[in-house]
């Protein structure tokens, strides 16, 4: 089991709320990233980072940021919350150089209202 | 268009029976293939990993298989039982980026009936 952790687990919110989503690892990974996932649809990557202080977008826009002051907390935050932001969202963390093995968190299911 | 794509998109089967899920993909680059198998609401979880030089790998009742040249893997389970249940997931990895891009299928939803 990854040491990796995702909170809240569920999280139902009203449109315009400011939210953060909390991505926790223990394990001294240096790239961390965040994928957004619809019912039967596959993983998008939104966010990444190499390291500490270093952010990127990936591949699937998204209105959400990132931030990474410390190595073993990767935090992800809407401003203003919609509808559309429903989703599943999931952490990922792994190590190492190269295609290094991805280890996910539980994931949190946010619905907008 | 670097894809992977999955067949059957979902599959019931009797408990103890055996199953195939299969796996294309277009990734190049290629670096490597990995099975994931994903609980309801929950995070995907690694079942298997395959290089370019690898055809065949074991995990319990899980056995993978690669062919490179066909760019297809298959994913087989021996007999099922009601915790198999869940979503399985084809992952390729390309190798041309440090990051290690990953392109996700949709998954095949498995579901085991007792």
């Known amino acids: 089991e990854a040491d990796i952790y995702q909170t809240p687990r569920y999280l139902v919110i009203g449109t315009g709320k400011k939210i953060t989503l909390e991505c926790s690892q223990t394990?001294?990974?240096?790239?961390m990233y965040w994928y957004q996932q619809d019912p039967g649809m596959e993983l998008h990557l939104i966010h990444y980072?190499?390291?500490?202080?270093?952010?990127e977008k990936g591949d699937l826009s998204s209105e959400s940021t990132v931030s990474r002051i410390r190595t073993e907390h990767f935090p992800l935050t809407l401003e203003s919350a919609r509808p559309s932001h429903t989703s599943q969202y999931l952490c990922?963390?792994?190590?190492?150089?190269?295609?290094?093995?991805?280890?996910f968190g539980p994931g949190t299911r946010l619905t907008v209202t | 268009k670097n894809q992977v794509e999955q067949s059957p998109q979902s599959l019931i089967i009797l408990e103890g029976k055996n199953c195939t899920l299969q796996?294309?993909?277009?990734?190049?680059?290629?670096?490597?293939l990995r099975w994931y198998k994903q609980d309801t609401g929950r995070g995907p979880v690694s079942l298997t990993i395959?290089?370019?030089?690898?055809n065949t790998k074991s995990n319990g009742r899980y056995t993978a298989t690669l062919d490179a040249d066909t760019k297809q893997s298959s994913l087989h389970i021996t007999a099922s039982q009601l915790s198999d249940s869940a979503s399985y997931i084809c992952?390729?990895?390309?190798?041309?980026?440090?990051?290690?891009?990953?392109?996700f299928g949709r998954g095949t939803q498995l579901t085991v009936w007792p």
């Open positions: 394990m001294g990974h240096d790239k």
């Open positions: 992952v390729v990895t390309d190798r041309g980026s440090t990051l290690g891009r990953l392109y």
């Open positions: 395959m290089t370019f030089s690898e």
């Open positions: 990922a963390s792994s190590g190492g150089y190269g295609p290094y093995e991805q280890y």
């Open positions: 796996c294309n993909y277009t990734v190049s680059p290629f670096s490597n």
């Open positions: 980072s190499y390291g500490v202080n270093s952010t």
